[in-house]
């Protein structure tokens, strides 16, 4: 049977692999900060992601970048409620989520619309974000990270990163099971903590993770492991992208994060129309 997460009283089937769409309403995520910061832009954006197909869309307020500065929780949560509501109000049917490690902000974009939490820390940086999200019964996108941006690429150290990973996810997944959350997706945590051969490591090993027993994310949309190989910038990564996605659907990932829905719906087609046993089956 294909998995399914219930937003907000609806379904999603993952009978074939979910798109979500990535909203960075930012000035300084690593690809697309200030293109989408004002309220027309990102409205024009996720209009424009739905149009191509995304399933979810996901709003992030706050750059995780390698890095990256943490932003004041009141500023994040001014704009992430904001911007939640807005784009409630004017794409009542989609599907909304939000990227924070603030259970503050989780709840405030859930109350303004938000059906989906996705958390880069694992609840590890916010004690209160898995009871949070227990009392609020939404699906749940656990990753694994090493630290906080600003010092997550200087640990790094791990005797077996497949393991490590792996070990991490289980021990979370457990907590929250004991929590009655019902709906968890797993996410290995591309480009987080993790060098160049690292986060290829887990890529190559990527169907290890179904037997955690829930939908796994794939999430390395033209992150520097990607144009590391190839050469350029984000901007050069699209191609590669689709190739680094297309290992992962291979083996049995369940959801693409994405900042080109097409190219990632396109991929996922080739795939479902190649491997059609594969996709979108528990446990696979």
């Given at each position: 049977m294909p998995y399914t997460i219930n937003c907000n009283g609806r379904l999603l089937s993952m009978e074939r692999p979910l798109v979500m769409g990535i909203l960075n309403i930012t000035r300084d995520s690593f690809f697309d900060g200030g293109r989408h910061y004002e309220e027309k832009d990102y409205i024009a954006h996720a209009e424009r992601m739905l149009a191509e197909g995304a399933d979810i869309i996901d709003i992030g307020c706050m750059s995780t970048r390698p890095g990256a500065e943490t932003l004041p929780e009141a500023e994040e949560l001014r704009v992430a409620a904001t911007a939640v509501r807005n784009l409630h109000t004017r794409f009542?049917?989609?599907t909304?989520?939000?990227?924070?490690?603030?259970?503050?902000?989780?709840?405030a974009a859930v109350e303004n619309g938000a059906a989906i939490i996705n958390d880069i820390s694992g609840g590890d940086f916010d004690t209160e974000m898995f009871p949070t999200v227990a009392a609020l019964q939404v699906p749940y996108i656990l990753m694994h990270t090493s630290g906080t941006p600003e010092v997550m690429q200087q640990r790094t150290q791990y005797d077996d990163v497949v393991k490590s990973v792996f070990r991490h996810l289980s021990e979370r997944l457990e907590r929250l099971r004991l929590l009655n959350v019902k709906?968890?997706?797993a996410d290995v945590g591309f480009g987080f903590g993790k060098t160049v051969e690292q986060n290829y490591e887990l890529l190559r090993n990527f169907g290890i993770f179904k037997s955690l027993g829930c939908p796994l994310l794939c999430a390395l949309s033209r992150k520097s492991m990607i144009y590391k190989v190839t050469g350029g910038t984000p901007s050069d990564a699209l191609e590669a992208?689709?190739?680094?996605?297309?290992?992962?659907?291979?083996?049995?990932?369940?959801m693409l994060r994405a900042h080109d829905v097409k190219a990632a719906r396109d991929a996922i087609s080739i795939v479902k129309a190649a491997f059609p046993a594969r996709q979108g089956t528990a446990g696979a």
């Amino acid at each position: 049977m294909p998995y399914t997460i219930n937003c907000n009283g609806r379904l999603l089937s993952m009978e074939r692999p979910l798109v979500m769409g990535i909203l960075n309403i930012t000035r300084d995520s690593f690809f697309d900060g200030g293109r989408h910061y004002e309220e027309k832009d990102y409205i024009a954006h996720a209009e424009r992601m739905l149009a191509e197909g995304a399933d979810i869309i996901d709003i992030g307020c706050m750059s995780t970048r390698p890095g990256a500065e943490t932003l004041p929780e009141a500023e994040e949560l001014r704009v992430a409620a904001t911007a939640v509501r807005n784009l409630h109000t004017r794409f009542p049917e989609a599907t909304l989520s939000i990227d924070t490690w603030r259970a503050s902000v989780a709840r405030a974009a859930v109350e303004n619309g938000a059906a989906i939490i996705n958390d880069i820390s694992g609840g590890d940086f916010d004690t209160e974000m898995f009871p949070t999200v227990a009392a609020l019964q939404v699906p749940y996108i656990l990753m694994h990270t090493s630290g906080t941006p600003e010092v997550m690429q200087q640990r790094t150290q791990y005797d077996d990163v497949v393991k490590s990973v792996f070990r991490h996810l289980s021990e979370r997944l457990e907590r929250l099971r004991l929590l009655n959350v019902k709906d968890v997706i797993a996410d290995v945590g591309f480009g987080f903590g993790k060098t160049v051969e690292q986060n290829y490591e887990l890529l190559r090993n990527f169907g290890i993770f179904k037997s955690l027993g829930c939908p796994l994310l794939c999430a390395l949309s033209r992150k520097s492991m990607i144009y590391k190989v190839t050469g350029g910038t984000p901007s050069d990564a699209l191609e590669a992208t689709v190739a680094a996605h297309t290992i992962a659907l291979i083996q049995g990932a369940d959801m693409l994060r994405a900042h080109d829905v097409k190219a990632a719906r396109d991929a996922i087609s080739i795939v479902k129309a190649a491997f059609p046993a594969r996709q979108g089956t528990a446990g696979a």
